[in-house]
Nanobody, 122 residues
Framework: QVQLQESGPGLVKPSQTVSLTCTVS??????????WSWIRQPPGKGLEWIGH???????YYNPVLESRTSISRDTSNNQFSLQLDSVTPEDTAVYYC??????????????WGQGTLVTVSS
C-alpha cells in the first residue's frame, strides 16, 4: 500500500544542484526499519545506484558520486531528499526513489517511485 513519489525541478544548469524530494505515503517512515534509496538511469544507460539512508540515519553512497551527494530525511513530512551538487550534463537521468523490502533477512528494492527526469543543460 505504500507509495513513493519523486518531485523537484526537472531542469538544472551545469554547476548547480539537483534537489529532489521523495514523498512516502501509506506508511510512516519512523515506524519502520527500511532503507531509503536513490537510483538513476541516464539516457541509453543502465541503472546506477546513488545511495541510501538507513532507518538509523546512516548514509551510504556510490563512491563515484559520494563527494557530491547527500541524502536527508524529513520525518515530519514523511519525505527523504537527494542533493547532488556540481552537476554536469552527464548527470542527466531519470531519478528514482525506492524503499527496500526484507525477505529471509535480506534486503531488496521492493517499491519504486515512477521516476522523474532531470535534465542538466544551460
Amino acid at each position: 500500500q505504500v507509495q513513493l513519489q519523486e518531485s523537484g525541478p526537472g531542469l538544472v544548469k551545469p554547476s548547480q544542484t539537483v534537489s529532489l524530494t521523495c514523498t512516502v505515503s501509506g506508511d510512516s517512515m519512523v515506524r519502520n526499519t527500511y532503507y531509503w534509496s536513490w537510483i538513476r538511469q541516464p539516457p541509453g544507460k543502465g541503472l546506477e545506484w546513488i545511495g541510501h539512508r538507513t532507518y538509523l540515519g546512516k548514509t551510504y553512497y556510490n563512491p563515484v558520486l559520494e563527494s557530491r551527494t547527500s541524502i536527508s530525511r524529513d520525518t515530519s513530512n514523511n519525505q527523504f531528499s537527494l542533493q547532488l551538487d556540481s552537476v554536469t550534463p552527464e548527470d542527466t537521468a531519470v531519478y528514482y526513489c525506492a524503499r527496500d523490502g526484507v525477505e529471509s533477512g535480506y534486503r531488496y528494492l521492493a517499491i519504486w517511485g515512477q521516476g522523474t527526469l532531470v535534465t542538466v543543460s544551460s
